[in-house]
Every structure is written in C-alpha cells, then in structure tokens.
C-alpha cells in the first residue's frame, strides 16, 4: 500500500509542481518563495496521506490549497512590512530627538557642579528603594546579582525598579537629554 502510495505521490508530485510553482510565482513574485510554498504544500499532503485519498478534483484542490498559501504568505509579508516601517519611524523619531537635545544642550550654560545638582536632585526625587537600587547599579556599577543579593530580593524587582527609575529620570531630565544618557 505504502508503495503505491509513493508511487502515485511522485506522479503528482512530477505533474503539479512546476504547474503550481508558475501559479504561487504569479502572486507571491519569488521563485524561491513560490517553490517553498508548493514544498510545503507537498510535505504536508505526504504527512496526511487520507487527505489525497478523499479528493475528487485533484487539480481544483491543489490550485485552491495554493492559492490559499499565497494570500497566507502575502499576509504575512505585508505584517512584516508594517512592523518594518514601525520600526523606522520609531528609530527615525529618537534619532530626531537626539540630534534635537544635543542642538539644545550648551555645554557651556551648565558648570560640572549644576550638571551634579541637576543628576542628584532627580535622583534624589525617585522612591527610596527605588532610588537606593538605581544609585547601586550606576554608580557603585554592581550588576543585578549582586544587587538582589546584597538587598535581599530577587533581580526581576531588581530589574523592574530600575526600569522605574530610568522612566521616572527620563521625564525628569527631558530638558537635559544628554544628561540622561550620561547616567544610563
């Protein structure tokens, strides 16, 4: 049985494949892409053998299963695109930002000891677990281990107070952006 399945699969296999792939090609534009697709489409027809042995209309079935896996992939592939172009946006925009706040920040308007001021009033603003967590990992640089336990918690409070911290410095230091990618 097992043979004549094989031997009945290699004969479609041989007769439909170039006919799908030029179809799929039509939609999806890739060879290689079309090709993936029908291999796909060939793996799982060999991995459901009853499903072969139910068709009347070999030919209709196959072309709409292709057609099928061609809006499947255009889907996806218009997905990544739109998390593609997200993506820019967002790294275009903090780029933006940055290039803005370092065109704002003069250097010279601010001595060491008002840029400490500045730094140490905004961290001094944050809750005082938090802060003592933010203080530990910048300035003493000890890592998050170490951090959890030398206070006796776990790092994932480690981690989510830091992340408190940076967000709450963020908005605090806005007008001095360089400032707040100094201490991160």
Not at 3 to 13: L, P, Q, V
Not at 30 to 48: C, G, K, M, V
Not at 123 to 143: G, H, Q, V, W, Y
């Amino acid at each position: 049985m097992q043979k004549t399945y094989r031997s009945n699969f290699e004969k479609i296999y041989s007769v439909y494949f170039p006919k799908l792939v030029r179809f799929a090609r039509e939609f999806v534009l890739s060879t290689e892409d079309a090709e993936n697709i029908i291999q796909d489409i060939f793996i799982y027809l060999w991995e459901h053998q009853e499903v072969l042995k139910s068709i009347s209309n070999l030919n209709a079935f196959l072309f709409v299963l292709v057609k099928n896996r061609c809006i499947d992939f255009i889907r996806q592939k218009k997905l990544q695109e739109q998390k593609r172009e997200e993506f820019e946006s967002v790294t275009k925009k903090e780029f933006k930002l940055k290039i803005y706040a370092l065109q704002q920040f003069d250097e010279n308007a601010l001595s060491v000891n008002d840029i400490e001021a500045i730094l140490n009033e905004a961290i001094n603003s944050l809750p005082e677990k938090c802060r003592e967590i933010f203080s530990l990992s910048r300035m003493e640089a000890l890592t998050h281990k170490e951090i959890a336990e030398r206070l006796n918690i776990s790092t994932k409070t480690v981690e989510n107070q830091i992340t408190t911290a940076i967000k709450k410095l963020r908005i605090e230091l806005k007008d001095y952006l360089p400032l707040f990618y100094f201490i991160i």
